[in-house]
């Protein structure tokens, strides 16, 4: 069965600190895809990012950066330099990779970031 | 503006009734996905269709239904509703199914959240 751990329920930091945000996995799968997703206090939803798993290459935008590693199952989020608009709940995804869609995709819980002024 | 738009934004009905979602992907995008983000269940995924076809079904119930029309739209459909199917409804939409490589991005609507009483 898969399954998507974010340990940090809630985080907070200064503003300009960075943090990084965790993100372990289990399946069973060899080919897979992993999600980032931003919540703001708002309520919608943002897509940040799809990592495919034979794609172990690391991904920065801007001030975020992705610490994709199949050895240790885990999809760590960094935010450098955080500001106050990266408050929000993120979480964390899994989906089995087959048959042009997302099939059994499962979600972490969610870690809920402060960033304090 | 994702430019994904869903109606209504919310809806409060009882226990048994039945109720339609609806979801205008953004222009020119063929993929649509339905998300459902309760208090006990968290954030799950419904099922995605892909120009009118269904491409993968996640955690959806038989009693909710869902179709993507020739204009892309799409609906999904809640019956026989129970208190536990209070929740925030959100659907995206993306450009192209699932691609192996490369990067796909979705774009949310902003939600609508149903009450059942």
């Known amino acids: 069965a898969q399954k998507v751990t974010q340990a940090q329920t809630e985080i907070s930091v200064v503003e300009k600190e960075d943090v990084t945000l965790d993100c372990v996995y289990e399946t069973r799968d060899t080919t897979y895809y992993l999600f980032w997703y931003k919540q703001p206090p708002s309520g919608e939803l943002v897509f940040l990012i799809r990592r495919n798993s034979f794609d172990e290459q690391n991904e920065i935008s801007g001030r975020y950066s992705w610490n994709f590693q199949k050895s240790t199952s885990s999809f760590n989020f960094t935010i450098t330099a955080s500001q106050v608009v990266d408050s929000a709940v993120y979480f964390c995804a899994l989906s089995e990779a087959r048959g042009g869609g997302y099939q059994k995709v499962t979600f972490g819980t969610g870690t809920k970031l402060q960033v304090i002024p | 503006d994702s430019g994904v738009t869903q109606t209504p934004k919310h809806l409060i009905t009882a226990t048994g009734q039945r109720v339609t979602l609806r979801c205008s992907p953004r222009s020119g995008d063929l993929s649509v996905y339905w998300y459902q983000q309760s208090l006990d269940q968290g954030l799950q995924f419904l099922i995605q269709y892909y ?47 699932l691609k192996s490589r490369g990067q796909e991005t979705q774009y949310f609507g902003p939600g609508t959240r149903l009450l059942v009483l």
């Open chain 2, 51 to 97: 120009n009118g076809e269904e491409r993968a079904k996640g955690n959806i119930l038989e009693r909710f239904s869902a179709q993507q029309f020739p204009d892309l739209h799409s609906e999904l459909n809640l019956s026989s509703l129970e208190l536990g199917d209070s929740a925030l409804y959100f659907c995206a939409s993306s450009e192209y199914p």
